[in-house]
């Protein structure tokens, strides 16, 4: 694609048509020759979307609530892009589960943009491709856009280096989910979900969350008392039903990240919030995207909206780097006759990994030394 070309379907995109949309998506998902070029166009109309991201296991009902989520949006009158990793194909790399039906309450509305994409098999399931399909929506003038993961375990760390807000789903009566939160996942969570909250189990999961926070946030806190952070859970007993849970989000929104303004001296602090939401019915979606607004304000009056896009863009430089410098070494590796004869000589004890590594990368610490001298 010459940059002529290039720069026209940006134009196209830049101006709103959905055709064009789509075919920057897909190239660059599928790396094609001019993407980076098209990524690089479209930085600079990039900052004006609200990105979110829903992780969680398997089954937790991640999908329904990204639907109910869109639809909700919709009618505010705001734009959604949808982009959902799905596992990579081992055969094709391509997305396995791209073909599903998940928008079903949103089909035929044009300004709902539903991609599914392939993990490619990176970390957490978020792939460079990735994070550039959310720059292309973002420039083409979606309000929301919401990315929806495989649900990989604490993999899905990865999350975080796209979305400002994270959405950790759980379902009732899964131990076993609340505790691999503890391994990691927990971390990165700006509010967890109980969905299906009216099966049997979800009060308790609910306060198992809460204690869990309470203990990330402050190990030496004694559990038993109820409390979670600066009075955030002043409403909800650690065993409290569906009602008493309600008055945790209303309990938080007083509380919680708009207490610090209180006092001038103080940082302001988001405290993980923990709502109960029933997809299917769309029970909670209300609370839920109110929820999500506050954070969206505590990150913008906090500052932290910005460090966090400072952050990405770190973590993208080093990214590209390294995927870039593979590149060059591999093209290095088979210049010399591949990878394979360097792995027969180590075998033969004929020279060993170390100083095969130290061999091929010289010309290129070579090239830097130079340019410093």
Not at 261 to 284: I, K, N, S, Y
Not at 298 to 313: N, P, V
Request: aromatic fraction near 4%; include cysteine; hydrophobic fraction near 35%.
């Amino acid at each position: 694609m010459s940059r002529a070309v290039e720069s026209d379907l940006v134009e196209r995109l830049l101006d709103g048509e959905h055709r064009a949309l789509a075919r920057a998506i897909t190239k660059i998902e599928s790396q094609s020759p001019g993407y980076r070029d098209i990524v690089s166009e479209l930085h600079a109309h990039t900052g004006g979307a609200s990105v979110v991201g829903i992780t969680g296991s398997p089954g937790a009902g991640k999908s329904t609530l990204v639907d109910k989520l869109a639809k909700h949006y919709r009618d505010q009158g705001e734009t959604v892009g949808v982009i959902a990793v799905d596992p990579s194909s081992p055969y094709t790399g391509g997305a396995v589960l791209g073909d599903r039906i998940r928008m079903a309450s949103n089909v035929g509305d044009m300004d709902v943009f539903f991609r599914s994409m392939s993990a490619r098999g990176q970390l957490g399931g978020l792939s460079t491709a990735t994070a550039d399909a959310v720059k292309a929506l973002d420039a083409f003038g979606k309000d929301r856009i919401i990315i929806e993961t495989v649900g990989a375990g604490q993999n899905e760390v990865d999350v975080v280096k796209t979305a400002d807000t994270v959405v950790v789903l759980v379902q009732p009566g899964s131990g076993d989910d609340v505790q691999m939160l503890k391994a990691g996942i927990l971390e990165i969570g700006d509010l967890f979900v109980v969905n299906k909250a009216d099966m049997e189990g979800a009060s308790r999961t609910v306060a198992e969350l809460q204690e869990m926070i309470h203990l990330r946030d402050d190990p030496r806190a004694n559990l038993d008392t109820g409390h979670h952070g600066a009075e955030a859970f002043d409403d909800a007993g650690h065993g409290g039903d569906h009602g008493g849970h309600a008055d945790t989000g209303g309990s938080e929104s007083e509380g919680g990240a708009d207490a610090p303004d209180a006092t001038d001296d103080e940082p302001l602090v988001w405290t993980p919030r923990v709502l109960e939401t029933v997809a299917t019915t769309g029970e909670g979606i209300d609370e839920l995207v109110e929820t999500l607004d506050d954070h969206r304000d505590y990150l913008d009056a906090s500052g932290e909206l910005a460090e966090k896009a400072r952050k990405r863009a770190g973590e993208e430089i080093r990214q590209l780097l390294r995927s870039d410098v593979n590149r060059l070494l591999e093209a290095e590796l088979d210049r010399r006759g591949g990878v394979e004869e360097f792995a027969e000589a180590v075998v033969e004890k004929e020279t060993d990994p170390y100083a095969v590594a130290e061999d091929v990368l010289e010309p290129l610490r070579e090239c830097l030394d130079d340019r410093d001298d």
